[in-house]
């Protein structure tokens, strides 16, 4: 009987293991299996790129007037269905010179899927950012930053690199002022910044971009595109 017992508590605590090894590989910020994965880029030059996740939406409007007044050039990861209801606003940001990047076409978790759902989520979001009229490499960001294997194997397949940040002020704070601030005092020559401006309508959101290009700015950084860092 008490052989039984430890049996089981080593299964059980095997099990444990093997759960939470795959729940922190699944979320790595700076691994995956197969293909190409950057997060922040080695350089001595004060250059960082800020990348803006989900959409586009009606705030693309309000964004790309922001970004040409401090002469910055972003990368944009966008949500195919997202884009089939505001094409004109991808085809803005495509026409106003920034990177265009894939996020999938339903913005689900790319784990514990089925191969061809990878396939679709991909193609279907890489075809929506081409009638754009992106003609540059498409980079493609996970959403919720997660993937195991399917996801990369295909991405290798296609010949897409991966996109993560090692910056991501929305995780911890709510403010502007308190983004701002957790930007400036992490930021590093090729840095990537995260934010999601897309889906807010009470202005923070912008707020807290144009804060974090303003003191950035000051601090004698230039906004790039991931490509170009
Ligand atoms: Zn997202």
């Not at 939470?20 to 960082?48: C, D, I």
């Not at 040409?68 to 004109?88: Q, S, V, W």
């Not at 959403?143 to 996801?151: A, E, M, N, V």
Request: charged residues 25%.
């Amino acid at each position: 009987m008490k052989k039984i017992l430890i049996r089981i508590a080593v299964v059980l605590v095997t099990l444990v293991i093997l759960m939470y090894g795959t729940y922190k590989w699944m979320n790595a910020r700076s691994f995956q299996a197969f293909g190409e994965l950057t997060r922040k880029v080695e350089t001595e030059e004060k250059v960082v790129a800020l990348t803006f996740d989900d959409g586009p939406t009606e705030n693309v409007e309000e964004l790309l007037p922001i970004l040409e007044k401090y002469d910055a050039k972003a990368t944009f990861f966008l949500i195919g269905k997202d884009m089939e209801e505001h094409m004109e606003e991808a085809k803005a940001i495509v026409e106003a010179g920034h990177q265009v990047g894939n996020h999938t076409y339903n913005h689900n978790p790319m784990v514990f899927k089925r191969y061809s759902f990878y396939q679709s989520e991909v193609d279907r979001t890489n075809e929506l950012i081409r009638e754009a009229g992106y003609e540059r490499d498409i980079d493609f960001r996970p959403p919720y930053g997660k993937k195991l294997i399917g996801l990369p194997y295909y991405l290798q397949k296609q010949d897409m690199e991966t996109i993560m940040w090692n910056l991501e002020p929305d995780t911890y704070y709510s403010k502007p002022e308190e983004k701002v601030a957790y930007v400036e005092d992490n930021v590093t020559p090729g840095s990537i910044i995260l934010t999601h401006p897309m889906y807010d309508d009470t202005g923070q959101a912008l707020k807290a971009v144009e804060g974090i290009l303003q003191s950035l700015t000051q601090q004698g950084y230039t906004f790039v595109t991931v490509d170009e860092l």
